[in-house]
């Protein structure tokens, strides 16, 4: 039976998988780590928590050993609007945190996934379509230390044999956990909005195109690529994957098919924005595709039909 670890469990994405992997591998076997956040009493009670730093090597390797682990999710990390404010912070936890993570799986001979994202590619990456393999130059903190976190995953199975394996998501789209920070984030925002307030102010021009994909698919791309044939691998790291390319009027389009009173308007945030216009309008995810199966099931309109309905259930508003 599989002992995992999961890092950043309290996270967005972390919430989620975390309960999703309890599910399928036994609740017990599925160690859940965060720093400061707390998590939900679910995920809490459900199996194994502690709050740990993931950049103590010697905190790291203890949980490792005390439960003999031989996966770990690695998600902690810290997103790219957040990294812009506190750049020092963030080279340490994605970095440091990262370096920490592989030094111990070489050691302990643990698989690792780790995730990337969109915000490796910057200004000068072809940003329609973009290749699986193409110029990389970001110029945010966020940026270089996902192309830095590519690189060194590559390296760590090339010199050492560690199981390194890992996507490149795209803004990530949920109801459960919000992102902490992220330049995606107005797209979990609209939402809410639109369900509570029936209105939203969006910090990104209309026009801008980003990669999303809704959490179920998310969750799937980690599991599938960490249970894929290694022998079809040819890349392992930093696999382009994406389900939509959307603009914030893309998402108002299709929340109005539900709630025609929906307004939106617009205060740019220049951070955000220029990040924003630094990433692909649209990732090519052949490799996935060819590679380990990559399809996602969740297109806009289903998402969104899914998000609103579950947005209003926990907020308790009807729709009608
Ligand atoms: N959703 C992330 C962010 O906006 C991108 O990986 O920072």
């Given at each position: 039976m599989k002992k995992i670890l999961v890092t950043g469990a309290a996270g967005q994405i972390g919430s989620e998988l975390t309960m999703t992997l309890r599910k399928k591998y036994g609740n017990e076997n599925i160690i859940a780590t965060g720093h400061k956040t707390k998590p939900d009493e679910t995920l809490l009670e459900s199996g194994p928590f502690h709050f740990i730093d993931c950049t103590e090597i010697h905190t790291v390797a203890e949980i490792i050993k005390r439960y003999k682990v031989d996966t770990i999710y690695h998600l902690a990390s810290v997103l790219s609007a957040v990294a812009e404010e506190k750049p020092q912070l963030a080279w340490n936890v994605n970095m440091t945190g990262l370096y920490t993570v592989l030094e111990v799986a070489r050691e302990y001979e643990c698989h690792v996934f780790a995730p990337s994202s969109i915000g490796a590619f910057g200004p000068t990456t072809p940003l329609n379509n973009t290749p699986q393999d193409t110029t990389q130059r970001p110029n945010t903190m966020y940026g270089i230390t996902k192309v830095a976190g590519e690189l060194l995953c590559d390296y760590y199975f090339k010199r050492f044999g560690v199981d390194t394996r890992g996507v490149r998501y795209p803004g990530l789209i949920s109801y459960k956990t919000p992102p902490g920070g992220g330049t995606t984030d107005y797209a979990v925002e609209i939402y809410y909005a639109a369900v509570g307030q029936r209105k939203y102010t969006c910090y990104l021009k209309e026009g801008t195109y980003l990669d999303m994909m809704y959490m179920p698919d998310a969750l799937k791309a980690a599991i599938e690529l960490m249970e894929a044939n290694p022998a079809r691998l040819k890349h392992r790291n930093a696999f382009n994957v994406t389900a939509m390319s959307v603009a914030p009027e893309d998402i108002t389009a299709e929340i109005r098919k539900t709630l025609p009173e929906f307004t939106i308007d617009y205060e740019i945030d220049p951070l955000r924005q220029a990040i924003a216009d630094s990433w692909?309008?649209?990732?090519?995810?052949t490799a996935a595709r060819e590679e380990w199966g990559w399809k996602p099931e969740y297109e806009l309109d289903s998402m969104t039909k899914d998000m609103m309905e579950k947005i209003s259930q926990r907020l308790k508003i009807n729709m009608d």
């Open positions: 692909p309008n649209k990732m090519d995810d």
